[in-house]
């Protein structure tokens, strides 16, 4: 029998599960991130690990909700309101591959954003995806945003589709410039979907 997801805010024990499906929604970037931070010899999932476990910043357990199958976790949702304004005056200063991404967060200051949206693949086609955007959706209502935002990579089209079937629609575009060995190409989309007039 097929056991209901429940779920919850993280807690910072959730922070090495957290680490993996950050690195699962951004298809091996936070894991080459994360590998430009540490020592000689350091996992980066632990590097990963102790950035979930903080207690400020985006990436934290605190912004955390996670989906539970019988004890395990099955997926999670990481997202907060952007800055409004939106500071870009240190985009220059940033790598060259995260450039893009702060120019798009950029264009919608204020917004609630979904920063991490993944499961695990045991886990997929249960509605896990669907469930934690309507957490998404409810919790930009409770922290008065007027607008959703998510950013997805042109070439993960299940992705795409699966925002734009909850409503999500196309705002902006920008050339990816992806991590070494990445084996994509293409852009990364800014996906928004109002929360204003909406019950």
């Not at 357990?61 to 500071?87: C, K, M, Q, S």
């Not at 993960?156 to 050339?175: K, T």
Request: net charge negative; charged share 25%; proline share 6%.
């Amino acid at each position: 029998m097929e056991i209901a997801p429940s779920f919850r805010p993280a807690v910072k024990g959730d922070a090495a599960a957290l680490a993996v499906l950050v690195d699962i929604a951004g298809e091996g970037a936070p894991n080459y991130m994360w590998s430009t931070l540490g020592q000689p010899g350091q996992s980066t999932l632990e590097i990963g690990r102790d950035r979930a476990r903080r207690e400020e910043g985006g990436f934290s357990y605190r912004n955390a909700t996670v989906a539970d199958i019988g004890g395990e976790i099955a997926g999670g949702l990481v997202g907060y309101r952007l800055d409004d304004p939106y500071d870009l005056s240190i985009v220059e200063e940033l790598s060259e591959w995260l450039r893009p991404l702060v120019r798009l967060e950029g264009r919608v200051p204020g917004s609630w954003y979904i920063n991490v949206l993944a499961s695990f693949p045991e886990f997929r086609r249960q509605g896990i995806a669907a469930k934690l955007l309507a957490i998404a959706e409810k919790k930009g209502r409770e922290e008065g945003a007027s607008l959703l935002s998510v950013i997805v990579g042109s070439w993960n089209e299940a992705a795409v589709r699966l925002y734009a079937n909850a409503g999500y629609s196309v705002l902006a575009r920008e050339p990816a410039i992806l991590f070494p060995g990445c084996p994509h190409e293409g852009d990364w989309v800014l996906m928004v979907r109002s929360l204003d007039g909406s019950s």
